[in-house]
């Protein structure tokens, strides 16, 4: 299909799909190391001067949002919550008309101390990554002994009213891929929304292996040993995990099959990353430098007019699958997950 070029309002790219959920990293820092993520030492990290200011997120975000039809926005990083401007940027974006629904996809910690300023700045809800619930594990996983803190950050937030609160987990052969069962379990104990993510090529070290991953149908098998899952008839849209009814429902589960079930047809997302870049996907190779134009002086009618010609070019697909697929140059955690 071919669509218009978007010269003027939405983001529209060639293929006629339109972004309306604007990914936001406020930092490439972590505080843990997920070894599908970053390596045990770090990486090395954007130079203070290189990051976006506060103000200069907001001003994006409110372009975005006002002349870019932008609806939803989500902070992610790196670790969102070490900026230590997260709760002001929040309001700010909250304060915006129109006001767009805000999220945050975070490791958990320091959230239970953070969750009630977050949802007071106008933060709807949250996304907290839990692999595993076994202490041990966790601190061989993340190469943090932090299990104890996701877990208060998770009650943390459901108590501030960031709900739904969602689980997102990543299962590794041989590491913790006998625990979807139990971490479904503890997720329908607390009332949280539980979603496996397929492991996808985006870490730093380039140590994916896509025989090593486990796939979506194997996760579902490994789910109906314990529960009853019936495909959930409410409406998908763009969102990337398809979802099941979990013995009848009203609880669900969901599973997000980037390799093996590709939702990019459906795809409505664009990106910025801690340093003002605009990418089109999560495995684009090219960039579209807003900081530059930003500094340099550019109005807002110049930022939505580079934003949308950088949307025009986004790909069909993530084409992991096509035997020229190169991974891109930044990892997961510099390009906002
Ligand atoms: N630090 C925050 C967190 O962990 O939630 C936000 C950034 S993190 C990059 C966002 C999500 O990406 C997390 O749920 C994490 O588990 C997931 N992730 C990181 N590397 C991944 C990979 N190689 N494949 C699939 N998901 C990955
Ligand atoms: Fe940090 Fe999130 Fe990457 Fe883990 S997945 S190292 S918490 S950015």
Known sequence: MTAARGTDGVLVDRYGR??????????????????????????????GSQLLSDDEIVRLVRVAVRRLGITEVR???????????????????????????????????????????????????????????DAGRFARLTRRDRLA?????????????????????????GVNDDEAPA??????????ELRFIEQMP????????????????EILVTLR????????????????????LVDGGP????????????????CDRTRLTADG????????SEESDLRGALRAGADDDELARRWRAAMWGKRAGHGIDDPTFLQPARPMSAIGG
């Open 202 to 217: 985006l870490d730093a070290q380039h140590g994916w292996d896509r025989a090593a991953m486990v796939t979506a149908d």
């Open 149 to 173: 803190d996701v877990l208060a950050g998770l009650a943390g937030a459901a108590a501030a009213g960031l709900t739904p609160v969602k689980i997102n987990s990543v299962l590794m052969r």
């Open 251 to 266: 609880a669900r589960v969901g599973v997000i099959g980037s390799v093996t079930r590709p939702f990019c047809g459906d």
């Open 225 to 244: 040993t314990g529960f009853d899952l019936t495909p959930d008839p409410a409406v998908r849209g763009a969102a990337p995990a398809e979802t099941w």
């Open 75 to 133: 902070f992610t990083g790196g670790e969102p919550l070490i900026r230590p401007g997260v709760v002001g940027i929040v309001a700010a974006v909250a304060g915006l008309e129109p006001r767009p629904r805000i999220s945050l996809t975070t490791n958990g910690l320091g959230l239970d101390r953070l969750a009630p300023a977050l949802r007071a700045a106008g933060l709807d809800r949250v996304n907290v990554s839990l692999d595993t619930l």
């Open 18 to 47: 339109v972004a309306r959920d604007l990914r936001v990293s406020l930092t490439d820092k972590c505080n843990l190391r997920c070894t599908y993520c970053m390596p045990a030492e770090g990486l090395p990290w954007l130079a």
């Open 277 to 284: 870049q605009v990418r089109a996907c999560l495995f684009a």
């Open 183 to 192: 971490l479904l379990r503890f997720a329908l104990a607390h009332g949280y």
